[in-house]
């Protein structure tokens, strides 16, 4: 049965988050979601050969999960939303999946790592999107892969993989005719993808702010929080990005890759795509670091020429305040008698502030 199912964003599961604590991260026998995606837990199979594919959604209350999987084809279970800690237990467990890979799974804030035993391969990570233009979220994703098993375990709902099923569908790179291995790399593909388009944004709203900074009229903006906000952008983008590159190498030692030697061109091409995210996230570091200091050098540039004003300003009353003080003591005042005294007195304070400015702009003092 050929069908193109269509992703769509889920209500939050109501519920009290469960924080991430040390005990998460113990060995038992049995972990729950420490996560902040409190997503309803939703299952697809997609099985292919070279003929054909075949697309299901799973309820939850399958009886039996390994009972659907067929030797013939690659099996790829997708898991969206980790809210249902018993059903991807039983999952895990139809299929022998080690209780540590389930600690795994479950809590998203472990640190990005692949590691192969045999022919099984598990890769962690942390992808990073824009949810809105101000807002960037982070993902924590698993993927398992074994024989002709593949299992992927993302926190929400989302339209990251429907390239991937849409490859499937039309043959892309003759998908169908390859093993996991290559539905892996097309995998990796699509969430590399959502980080390159990421990095980008990233890399884009920066270069708005150089140009505002630039610009010394355009003072609307909070430029201070505007950094604030790209700093912990770039932060997620790195935390995402960094520690997954330092593993990569284990793919090429992997069952994926040694078995299928056409396939190291495609994963070389997947480390290109996550290495171009690293360096665009350093060089965003580096201009952040010079944005900041151009910022905090501004703020003292316009303090100082506030400053300035201020000086100027209380200079050319300093003598006009003598004159006053004088006028003001209690005797008479020889001016006070004279027809026009009121108005010479007005001419001599004009002339005094007037000579006093013109006095400090000979000198260059403003």
């Known amino acids: 049965m050929h069908r193109k199912m269509k992703s769509t964003e889920l209500p939050q599961v ?56 067929r030797e013939d084809c690659v099996n790829w279970f997708r898991i969206r939303g980790l809210a249902d800690e018993e059903t991807i237990t039983r ?8 209780p540590l890979d ?16 045999d022919k099984r391969l598990i890769l962690v990570m942390q992808s990073c999107y824009f ?43 003759h998908i169908r005719e390859e093993d996991t291995g290559m539905l892996v790399a097309f995998i990796l593909n699509s969430i590399f993808a959502v980080m390159i388009s990421t990095a980008y944004q990233v890399e884009g709203i ?8 630039l610009n010394a009229r355009d003072n609307k903006i909070d430029i201070g929080s505007k950094i604030q906000e790209c700093r912990h952008a770039n932060l997620i983008l790195q935390k995402s990005s960094k520690p997954l590159r330092n593993e990569f190498s284990k793919l090429w030692q992997s069952h994926l890759v040694q078995t ?44 100082n020429t506030i400053m300035k004003r201020l000086t100027t300003v209380s200079t050319l009353f300093i003598p006009i305040t003598f004159l006053v003080g004088l006028w003001g003591m209690n005797f008479r005042m020889p001016l006070f008698d004279w027809e026009y005294g009121y108005f010479i007195g007005w001419a001599l304070l004009v002339l005094t502030a007037y000579g006093t400015w013109k006095y400090m702009k000979r000198n260059r003092w403003f």
């Open 260 to 303: 299928e030697h056409h396939l190291l061109p495609v994963y070389n091409e997947l480390y290109n795509e996550l290495d171009y995210v690293v360096l665009t996230a350093e060089n965003s570091k580096e201009l952040l670091a010079s944005m900041r200091d151009l910022y905090v050098s501004n703020n003292d540039l316009r303090t």
């Open 14 to 69: 109501p519920g009290k988050h469960k924080p991430d604590t040390a005990e998460s991260h113990l060995f038992s026998d049995s972990y729950c979601y420490t996560g902040k995606h409190r997503f309803p837990t939703r299952i697809t199979l997609v099985r292919y050969n070279k003929e054909e594919v075949w697309e299901t959604e799973l309820s939850n209350d399958t009886p039996s999960f390994r009972s659907l999987v």
């Open 206 to 213: 920066l270069e708005k702010l150089d140009d505002i900074m």
């Open 131 to 173: 949810e809105n233009p101000q807002k960037i979220d982070s993902e924590h994703i698993c993927i398992l892969a074994r024989e002709n098993l593949v299992f992927t375990f993302k926190e929400r709902e989302g339209t990251m993989y429907g390239h991937v099923v849409e490859s499937l569908q039309t043959n892309i790179l």
């Open 102 to 117: 389930l600690k795994v799974i479950l809590t998203p804030c472990h640190a990005a790592k692949i590691d192969i035993f």
């Open 91 to 98: 999952l895990t467990r139809e299929f022998d999946i080690h």
